[in-house]
Protein backbone atom coordinates (compact mmCIF):
# COMPACT_ATOMS: atom_id res chain seq x y z
CA UNK A 1 0.00 0.00 0.00
CA UNK A 2 1.65 3.68 -1.14
CA UNK A 3 0.68 6.54 1.03
CA UNK A 4 -1.97 8.05 0.62
CA UNK A 5 -2.81 10.99 -2.34
CA UNK A 6 -3.62 13.73 -0.57
CA UNK A 7 -0.61 16.15 1.58
CA UNK A 8 -1.57 15.14 5.39
CA UNK A 9 -2.90 17.65 6.69
CA UNK A 10 -1.82 18.60 10.77
CA UNK A 11 -5.23 17.22 12.34
CA UNK A 12 -6.21 13.48 12.30
CA UNK A 13 -9.84 13.04 12.18
CA UNK A 14 -11.38 12.81 15.06
CA UNK A 15 -12.36 9.13 15.16
CA UNK A 16 -8.37 8.32 14.11
CA UNK A 17 -7.63 4.93 15.29
CA UNK A 18 -4.93 5.94 18.13
CA UNK A 19 -3.87 2.67 18.41
CA UNK A 20 -5.02 1.65 20.94
CA UNK A 21 -4.01 -2.28 22.20
CA UNK A 22 -2.03 -2.21 18.59
CA UNK A 23 1.14 -3.72 17.75
CA UNK A 24 3.03 -2.26 14.77
CA UNK A 25 5.83 -3.55 13.33
CA UNK A 26 7.94 -1.41 11.41
CA UNK A 27 11.20 -1.48 9.78
CA UNK A 28 14.66 0.00 7.68
CA UNK A 29 17.84 -0.81 6.47
CA UNK A 30 19.12 0.99 9.64
CA UNK A 31 18.08 4.70 11.26
CA UNK A 32 16.42 6.42 8.61
CA UNK A 33 12.48 4.12 9.18
CA UNK A 34 12.94 6.42 12.77
CA UNK A 35 11.62 8.63 10.56
CA UNK A 36 8.46 6.90 9.88
CA UNK A 37 8.28 5.50 13.78
CA UNK A 38 8.75 9.69 14.85
CA UNK A 39 5.34 10.08 12.60
CA UNK A 40 3.31 6.94 13.87
CA UNK A 41 4.26 7.84 17.53
CA UNK A 42 2.48 11.23 16.60
CA UNK A 43 -0.63 9.91 14.98
CA UNK A 44 -0.82 6.62 16.67
CA UNK A 45 0.21 7.47 20.03
CA UNK A 46 -1.56 4.56 21.73
CA UNK A 47 0.44 1.79 19.69
CA UNK A 48 3.16 -0.53 20.51
CA UNK A 49 5.85 -0.31 18.36
CA UNK A 50 8.60 -2.76 17.51
CA UNK A 51 11.11 -1.33 14.80
CA UNK A 52 14.03 -3.33 12.96
CA UNK A 53 17.06 -1.29 11.87
CA UNK A 54 18.99 -4.03 9.45
CA UNK A 55 22.19 -1.61 10.49
CA UNK A 56 24.17 -4.95 10.25
CA UNK A 57 23.35 -4.63 6.64
CA UNK A 58 22.81 -1.28 5.61
CA UNK A 59 23.14 0.74 3.11
CA UNK A 60 19.88 -1.30 0.92
CA UNK A 61 20.01 1.30 -1.76
CA UNK A 62 23.03 -0.52 -3.12
CA UNK A 63 21.95 -4.25 -2.78
CA UNK A 64 20.54 -5.80 -5.70
CA UNK A 65 16.53 -7.11 -5.10
CA UNK A 66 17.08 -10.88 -3.94
CA UNK A 67 19.35 -9.56 -1.35
CA UNK A 68 16.71 -7.21 0.14
CA UNK A 69 13.68 -9.61 -0.28
CA UNK A 70 15.31 -11.82 2.04
CA UNK A 71 15.86 -9.27 4.49
CA UNK A 72 12.30 -8.07 4.05
CA UNK A 73 10.91 -11.73 4.66
CA UNK A 74 13.17 -12.55 7.47
CA UNK A 75 12.71 -9.33 9.06
CA UNK A 76 8.59 -9.29 8.57
CA UNK A 77 8.59 -13.06 9.55
CA UNK A 78 10.77 -11.98 13.12
CA UNK A 79 8.11 -8.67 13.43
CA UNK A 80 5.24 -11.29 13.19
CA UNK A 81 6.14 -13.58 15.36
CA UNK A 82 6.44 -10.77 18.31
CA UNK A 83 3.00 -9.92 17.61
CA UNK A 84 2.99 -7.47 15.09
CA UNK A 85 -0.30 -6.81 13.69
CA UNK A 86 0.29 -4.19 10.27
CA UNK A 87 3.84 -3.86 9.07
CA UNK A 88 5.32 -0.72 7.46
CA UNK A 89 8.20 -1.46 5.35
CA UNK A 90 9.50 1.84 6.28
CA UNK A 91 12.26 1.91 3.58
CA UNK A 92 11.82 3.23 0.15
CA UNK A 93 14.37 0.98 -1.33
CA UNK A 94 12.62 -2.28 0.25
CA UNK A 95 9.27 -1.07 -1.01
CA UNK A 96 10.35 -0.64 -4.32
CA UNK A 97 12.46 -3.90 -4.40
CA UNK A 98 10.26 -6.27 -1.71
CA UNK A 99 6.67 -4.69 -0.56
CA UNK A 100 5.30 -7.56 -3.05
CA UNK A 101 7.12 -10.11 -1.87
CA UNK A 102 5.79 -9.70 1.20
CA UNK A 103 2.31 -9.08 0.39
CA UNK A 104 2.00 -12.46 -1.86
CA UNK A 105 3.64 -13.92 1.36
CA UNK A 106 0.95 -12.23 4.01
CA UNK A 107 -1.79 -12.23 2.46
CA UNK A 108 -3.66 -11.72 5.32
CA UNK A 109 -1.83 -9.55 6.91
CA UNK A 110 -2.19 -5.23 6.04
CA UNK A 111 1.51 -4.13 5.15
CA UNK A 112 2.29 -0.32 4.54
CA UNK A 113 5.20 0.52 1.82
CA UNK A 114 6.58 3.98 1.40
CA UNK A 115 7.27 5.84 -1.61
CA UNK A 116 8.72 8.86 -3.10
CA UNK A 117 5.96 11.78 -2.66
CA UNK A 118 6.14 12.50 -6.51
CA UNK A 119 2.10 13.27 -6.00
CA UNK A 120 2.10 15.86 -3.64
CA UNK A 121 5.11 17.41 -5.25
CA UNK A 122 2.99 17.76 -8.90
CA UNK A 123 0.72 19.22 -7.08
CA UNK A 124 2.56 21.86 -4.92
CA UNK A 125 5.17 22.73 -7.53
CA UNK A 126 4.19 26.07 -9.09
CA UNK A 127 6.95 25.63 -11.85
CA UNK A 128 6.23 21.99 -12.50
CA UNK A 129 9.81 21.03 -12.10
CA UNK A 130 10.84 18.43 -9.47
CA UNK A 131 13.66 17.12 -8.02
CA UNK A 132 13.78 13.21 -6.33
CA UNK A 133 16.60 12.40 -4.03
CA UNK A 134 16.64 8.90 -3.69
CA UNK A 135 19.02 5.83 -3.54
CA UNK A 136 20.37 4.81 -6.60
CA UNK A 137 18.11 1.22 -6.10
CA UNK A 138 14.52 3.19 -5.46
CA UNK A 139 15.51 5.19 -8.73
CA UNK A 140 16.29 2.35 -10.77
CA UNK A 141 13.34 0.23 -9.58
CA UNK A 142 10.54 -0.98 -11.97
CA UNK A 143 7.75 0.94 -9.35
CA UNK A 144 9.98 4.09 -9.43
CA UNK A 145 9.66 4.08 -13.30
CA UNK A 146 5.85 3.47 -13.03
CA UNK A 147 5.20 6.40 -10.24
CA UNK A 148 6.73 8.67 -12.93
CA UNK A 149 4.68 7.70 -15.41
CA UNK A 150 1.35 7.40 -13.58
CA UNK A 151 2.34 11.06 -11.84
CA UNK A 152 5.36 12.44 -13.66
CA UNK A 153 3.38 13.12 -17.17
CA UNK A 154 3.73 17.63 -18.03
CA UNK A 155 6.23 18.02 -15.75
CA UNK A 156 9.89 18.08 -15.32
CA UNK A 157 11.16 15.96 -12.99
CA UNK A 158 15.16 15.48 -12.14
CA UNK A 159 16.36 12.09 -10.44
CA UNK A 160 18.74 12.18 -8.16
CA UNK A 161 20.45 9.30 -6.70
CA UNK A 162 22.70 9.63 -4.27
CA UNK A 163 25.02 6.96 -3.15
CA UNK A 164 26.79 6.79 0.28
CA UNK A 165 24.45 9.60 1.78
CA UNK A 166 22.30 6.82 3.87
CA UNK A 167 25.90 5.22 5.06
CA UNK A 168 26.98 8.23 6.66
CA UNK A 169 23.55 9.32 8.19
CA UNK A 170 23.78 5.89 10.02
CA UNK A 171 27.06 7.36 11.40
CA UNK A 172 24.48 9.60 13.49
CA UNK A 173 26.41 12.62 12.99
CA UNK A 174 24.21 14.59 11.46
CA UNK A 175 26.30 17.77 11.22
CA UNK A 176 29.43 16.48 10.04
CA UNK A 177 31.95 17.95 6.92
CA UNK A 178 31.47 14.72 5.14
CA UNK A 179 27.77 14.94 5.26
CA UNK A 180 27.48 18.40 4.22
CA UNK A 181 30.05 17.70 1.58
CA UNK A 182 27.85 15.05 0.50
CA UNK A 183 24.44 16.85 0.58
CA UNK A 184 26.04 19.99 -1.38
CA UNK A 185 27.22 17.64 -4.01
CA UNK A 186 23.67 15.67 -4.34
CA UNK A 187 21.94 19.50 -3.89
CA UNK A 188 23.80 21.11 -6.78
CA UNK A 189 22.19 19.68 -10.18
CA UNK A 190 18.92 20.15 -8.42
CA UNK A 191 19.60 23.45 -7.94
CA UNK A 192 20.98 24.03 -11.93
CA UNK A 193 17.76 22.18 -12.98
CA UNK A 194 15.67 24.82 -11.19
CA UNK A 195 13.71 22.60 -9.49
CA UNK A 196 10.85 23.98 -6.41
CA UNK A 197 10.21 21.08 -5.13
CA UNK A 198 12.33 18.34 -3.62
CA UNK A 199 11.16 15.01 -2.81
CA UNK A 200 12.99 12.72 -0.02
CA UNK A 201 12.71 9.72 -1.38
CA UNK A 202 14.32 7.77 1.79
CA UNK A 203 13.54 7.85 4.49
CA UNK A 204 16.85 8.54 6.36
CA UNK A 205 16.96 12.07 4.80
CA UNK A 206 14.46 13.98 6.79
CA UNK A 207 17.05 13.83 9.61
CA UNK A 208 19.09 16.25 7.01
CA UNK A 209 16.45 18.09 5.87
CA UNK A 210 17.99 20.79 7.31
CA UNK A 211 20.91 20.87 5.63
CA UNK A 212 19.40 20.04 1.86
CA UNK A 213 16.87 23.16 2.75
CA UNK A 214 20.02 25.21 3.31
CA UNK A 215 21.68 23.87 0.41
CA UNK A 216 18.78 24.17 -1.99
CA UNK A 217 17.46 27.48 -0.71
CA UNK A 218 15.08 28.69 1.16
CA UNK A 219 12.33 28.82 -1.34
CA UNK A 220 12.49 25.25 -2.30
CA UNK A 221 10.09 23.13 -1.02
CA UNK A 222 11.02 19.88 0.50
CA UNK A 223 8.14 16.98 0.54
CA UNK A 224 8.54 14.00 3.46
CA UNK A 225 6.08 10.89 3.34
CA UNK A 226 6.21 10.46 6.89
CA UNK A 227 2.95 11.83 7.82
CA UNK A 228 0.95 10.63 5.15
CA UNK A 229 2.59 6.75 5.79
CA UNK A 230 1.56 7.50 9.72
CA UNK A 231 -2.06 8.44 8.16
CA UNK A 232 -2.56 5.29 5.76
CA UNK A 233 -1.29 3.10 8.85
CA UNK A 234 -3.71 4.41 10.74
CA UNK A 235 -6.65 3.81 7.95
CA UNK A 236 -5.33 0.04 7.98
CA UNK A 237 -5.34 -0.33 11.44
CA UNK A 238 -9.11 0.65 12.34
CA UNK A 239 -10.35 -2.71 11.56
CA UNK A 240 -7.56 -4.76 13.67
CA UNK A 241 -8.67 -6.24 17.01
CA UNK A 242 -6.67 -5.61 19.66
CA UNK A 243 -3.88 -8.09 20.90
CA UNK A 244 -2.81 -5.98 23.99
CA UNK A 245 -5.28 -5.40 27.25
CA UNK A 246 -6.15 -1.69 26.29
CA UNK A 247 -4.51 0.83 28.46
CA UNK A 248 -1.15 -1.43 28.50
CA UNK A 249 1.60 1.68 28.51
CA UNK A 250 2.45 1.83 24.72
CA UNK A 251 6.18 0.99 24.49
CA UNK A 252 8.51 1.29 21.62
CA UNK A 253 11.04 -1.82 21.42
CA UNK A 254 14.01 -1.53 18.86
CA UNK A 255 16.22 -4.35 17.22
CA UNK A 256 19.33 -3.78 15.41
CA UNK A 257 21.37 -6.08 13.48
CA UNK A 258 24.08 -3.89 14.23
CA UNK A 259 25.14 -2.24 17.51
CA UNK A 260 22.65 -1.68 20.42
CA UNK A 261 24.44 0.81 21.83
CA UNK A 262 24.77 2.84 18.77
CA UNK A 263 21.40 2.36 17.94
CA UNK A 264 20.37 3.27 21.70
CA UNK A 265 21.89 6.34 21.56
CA UNK A 266 21.08 7.92 18.07
CA UNK A 267 17.07 7.00 18.88
CA UNK A 268 17.79 9.16 22.35
CA UNK A 269 19.51 12.22 20.12
CA UNK A 270 16.95 12.14 17.21
CA UNK A 271 13.73 11.09 18.84
CA UNK A 272 13.86 11.86 22.42
CA UNK A 273 11.38 9.10 23.57
CA UNK A 274 11.65 6.36 25.84
CA UNK A 275 12.57 3.44 24.28
CA UNK A 276 13.79 -0.78 25.01
CA UNK A 277 16.77 -1.31 22.51
CA UNK A 278 17.79 -5.19 22.06
CA UNK A 279 20.02 -7.37 19.43
CA UNK A 280 18.34 -8.88 16.50
CA UNK A 281 19.74 -12.60 16.77
N1 LIG B 1 16.11 4.32 4.29
C1 LIG B 1 16.12 3.63 3.07
C2 LIG B 1 15.17 4.15 2.04
O1 LIG B 1 14.16 4.73 2.41
C3 LIG B 1 17.33 2.98 2.52
C4 LIG B 1 18.65 3.60 2.70
C5 LIG B 1 19.72 2.59 2.34
O2 LIG B 1 19.90 1.67 3.13
O3 LIG B 1 20.33 2.71 1.28
O4 LIG B 1 15.36 3.97 0.87
Redesign the pocket.
Known amino acids: MTPPDTVPSANPPIDACLGEGLRIGLF???L??LSVLRALRQHMPLAQLLYIADSGN?????RDDAFIAGRALAISDFLLSQGAQVIVV??????AMAVHTLRQRWPEVPIVG?EPGVKPAVAQSANKRIGVL??P??LASDKFKRLIEIHGQDVVIVPQPCPGL??EIESGHLDSPALRALVDAFSQPLRQAKVDTVVL????YPFVAPLFQQALGPHVRIIDTAEAVARQTQRVSGDLPCLQAPHAEPTIQLWTSGSAAHLAQVADRWLNLKTQVSVLR
Open positions: DSGGGAPYGEACNTATVATGTAKGCTH
